[in-house]
């Protein structure tokens, strides 16, 4: 039995994050200027998954990107600041996008 609890568990925990980090880019307001197949305001998440595939630094150079803001990497609209999401949930966000969004 404890087993099988302890399959189930691994089991919650590996498809948790998913689903929260979606939840963190719609609590962020990241939802409201990208989407995941598509270009809204910003580039879609496929696209940034593609533009950054095997970069062994993307995730800490996305998530600085998302705390500070940036510019000039998809065209002339700035991507403002979020400087109040916490580290943590930007790289969980960026990890989630750069994995296909899913």
């Known amino acids: 039995m404890k087993l099988i609890s302890a399959l189930v568990a691994s089991a919650l925990m590996v498809?948790?994050?998913?689903?929260?980090?979606?939840?963190?880019?719609?609590?962020?307001?990241?939802?409201?200027c990208h989407a995941v197949d598509k270009k809204v305001v910003g580039p879609a998440y496929k696209d940034i998954a593609a533009k950054y595939k095997g970069q062994a630094?993307?995730?800490?150079?996305?998530?600085?990107?998302?705390?500070?803001?940036g510019s000039g990497v998809w065209g002339p609209i700035p991507m403002p600041a979020n400087a109040g999401i916490s580290e943590a949930d930007a790289k969980t966000?960026?990890?989630w996008i750069l994995d296909g969004a899913k």
């Open 93 to 95: 966000v960026v990890k």
């Open 57 to 69: 630094d993307a995730v800490d150079k996305l998530a600085k990107k998302v705390k500070a803001g």
């Open 15 to 32: 498809s948790a994050p998913a689903f929260a980090s979606k939840e963190i880019a719609s609590k962020n307001a990241c939802m409201g």
